[in-house]
Structures are given as C-alpha cells and as structure tokens.
C-alpha cells in the first residue's frame, strides 16, 4: 500500500515538472517564433546601430535571428541566426563564468557588487561619487574590474579557447576590424579603466587590461553561438551533448541570477518583469538568453534601443516567453488567469462603476 502511494506521489510529481519545464511541441514552437519575428521586425525602424563604435555603425539595423535551443529536441533556427557579430558585452558573462571558477567567489565580489546599477552600461558617475566599486560585473567597469583580476591568470588566447568551447563553436575569433575601431573611441572606457585603478580595484597595466577587455568584447559570435552558451547554463553548467561540466553549479546559479538582475542595463527590472528569462545584452545586437532547465536562446538583432538592447531582440523574446513556457515564472493558469481579469474589467465597464 505504502509502494503504491509513493509511486503514485512520484508519478504526480513528473507530471508537475513536465507541466513546468517542457516546452511546447515544434511544429508549434516554429508558428509561435514565426509570428514574433514578424512583430519584432516591426520595431527595428525605431531603433539604431551603435555608431559611437565606426564599425558597428556600418552593420545592416534590418538583420534579425533567432536560435532556440531546447535541452531536449532539435534546434529551432530562423532569420540571420548564422550572420557573425561581435559579442560586447554579451562576453561579460563569460568573463563572470571563468574569474568565479578561477579567482573565486569572494576574489570576485572584493572587487564588483552584486546590484543593478540604474545607470546606462557605460557610465562612471555612481562608481566614481557613490561607490567604490562597480556595482555589478555586467557593466562596463564590472567587466573591466574582472578584467584587471583574470590578466595575471590568462591570456586572450586562453579566454578564446575556452571560449570555442563552451559555446561548441570553434569558428570564433577576434574581429580585428572592431577591435582597431574600439580601441580608438574607447575613451569612455579608458577613463573608467584609469578611476578602477585610483581605487584600487584594477591592480594591473591599465592599458593591457583595456586591450584585454576590449579583445573580449570583440570576439565573433552568432545567434547559434550563443543558443550553445545558453543551453549550458540552463543544464547547470554542462553540456547536454557530451556531459562535459564548463563550471559548478554554484557559477552557473550566480551568473543566471545577475544576468536576470542586471543583464539588461538600466532595463534589466523592466525586462525581467515583461519577459522574465535571464538575460544578456550586448551593442552589437547580441542576447543571450538562459530558459532554466528548458532552453538556451541566442538573438541577434543590431538596432538597439536608448538603452542599449536589441530593439527587435527584446520584442521577440517577450512574444515567445510565455507561449513557449520559457519564462522564468511560467505557470500554466497565467494564460487563464488574464482572460479572467479582462473579463471582468470588461465587466465593471459595462456596469459603469469606473
């Protein structure tokens, strides 16, 4: 009697975790991403290039892709999933993955915090009056910090290595067109770089820890590119196709947890209500998008928005979220749920009590 309640609890039980996690059957998950993209691509008129980078201002604004990357089943590819961009600050998560698994926690968090900073990407008012540290390494003086902590460990060439790897893309590679037109107009950068150092944060060369950062920021990547990423980190830190694990669980949970909090800028609350999947940004089009013990998703989509995200990018991902159960919150009842109350706002309209 005791065997069959217990096996009848664990059969409710998979039942709960399939109803949470698995995603819905492909020939409708294609239909779903096929409506979004046209949706999306309606926003891309409203956004622009990131031109303050010359060689990010030539890149065509009108390109648009998608890769969702189910732990279970075959990928689903659409648009400019194949066309190569350059990372930006989508490498920051990268960065985060390998100084935890190196330098450690706590070497980490001596030098960047943990919170939204509630200023755009690259700005160093709040680091240089308010805080003495950055206040997230998924800034720009986050990932600059980090940066002055991985240089004595590593170079560029080991950080790309791993890099091909746990993003199952060996054709990665600096962009060199992007890094000479970074390094030119990175004064913004160079200045953070020169103020982490007065405080003590940046202990190394400061002009090789800018080259460093900037090399990273321009790696190529494609939206399939970073759908492999993503997958890792939603499998916590192991490759689904060989097993292989990249990091501990406790660096896959921290790195999912801030690009949910702070992976989108001063947008990241914004997003992560409206969309609510774990995400990184980067100005040149990129985001990496982690759907927890569901999917990794790659998007590129090069006109950004004031804040710096995919225009487009972000307008697709917010159609999907739900309706491919993706969103980190998903309940099956929302859908329900918000029928009901359109229901009955339509109700008291009709009654004129407002």
Known sequence: MTETVNN????????????????????KAVEIIRKAMDLARE??????????????????????????????????CMGDYDVRFTMQSVCKVIMLIVA??????RNVFKRVG???????????????????????????????????????????QDILRFTRNICSDPEIDLNE????????????????????????????????????????????????TLSNLGVVLANDGVCVETGKRFMSSRTARIAKTLMLTCGMYDGSGTFAIKVGIPT?????????????????????GPALDSQGNSIAGCKLLREISNELRLNLFYDPEWNRE????NELIKKIRESHVI
């Open 43 to 76: 926003e891309i008129p409203k956004g622009k290039v990131a031109t303050y980078i010359p060689e990010l201002g030539k890149v065509d604004p009108h390109q648009l892709g998608i890769v969702v990357n189910p732990l279970k089943g075959e990928k689903i």
């Open 280 to 300: 990184k940004s980067g100005v040149g089009g990129g985001l990496l998008s982690v759907s927890d013990k569901r999917a990794g998703i790659g998007v590129f």
């Open 114 to 156: 943990m919170e939204p900073s509630g200023e755009a990407f690259d700005s160093l008012v709040e680091l240089d009056v308010n805080n003495s540290k950055p206040y997230n390494p998924l800034i720009n003086s986050g990932g600059l910090a980090l940066c002055g902590l991985l240089l004595p460990e590593l170079s560029f």
């Open 100 to 105: 935890l698994e190196i330098c450690g926690r």
């Open 177 to 224: 067109a992007a890094y000479d037109s970074e390094m030119k107009t990175c004064s913004r950068n160079r200045s953070i770089a020169y103020l982490l150092e007065s405080k003590g944060i940046i202990t190394t060369e400061v002009e090789d820890t800018l080259r460093f950062y900037t090399k990273m920021c321009s790696m190529s990547a494609t939206a399939e």
């Open 8 to 27: 009848k609890d664990r059969m409710e039980e998979q039942l709960v975790i399939d109803k949470q996690y698995k995603l819905q059957e492909r020939s």
């Open 338 to 341: 918000e029928e009901e109350e």
